[in-house]
């Protein structure tokens, strides 16, 4: 038997009643509903990524400009020697 629900507040909302009397005990096994309906794309997933792209807040040109500078200015410089290798050079 199979029942379709969200994940909400890390609680699972079913989407309708069960067919059990109130205290029964149950085997749950949880999977990712796949199915091409119009819910909400899998949160990280490329489809949920380009929807977050199209909704609002949409950036000025100016705040992403900046955004790519302070990455910039974040990056560490990397290490051109060999760490492996020991003081003898060998």
Same mark, same amino acid.
């Given at each position: 038997?199979?029942?379709?629900?969200?994940?909400?507040?890390?609680?699972?909302?079913?989407?309708?009643?069960? /067919?059990?009397? *109130?205290?029964? &005990?149950?085997?749950?096994?949880?999977?990712?509903?796949?199915?091409?309906?119009?819910?909400?794309? /899998?949160?990280?997933?490329?489809?949920?990524?380009?929807?977050?792209?199209?909704?609002?807040?949409?950036?000025? /040109?100016?705040?992403?400009?900046?955004? *790519? &500078?302070?990455?910039?200015?974040? &990056?560490? /410089?990397?290490? &051109? *020697?060999?760490?492996?290798?020991?003081? *003898?050079?060998?």
């Amino acid at each position: 038997m199979t029942f379709k629900g969200t994940i909400r507040g890390g609680m699972i909302q079913l989407s309708g009643p069960l /067919p059990f009397a *109130e205290g029964q &005990r149950v085997n749950v096994s949880i999977v990712p509903d796949e199915s091409t309906d119009d819910s909400e794309p /899998p949160f990280g997933s490329p489809q949920a990524l380009l929807k977050a792209m199209h909704e609002p807040p949409h950036l000025d /040109p100016t705040d992403v400009d900046l955004l *790519e &500078r302070l990455i910039k200015d974040a &990056r560490l /410089p990397s290490r &051109r *020697e060999d760490i492996f290798q020991d003081e *003898e050079g060998g």
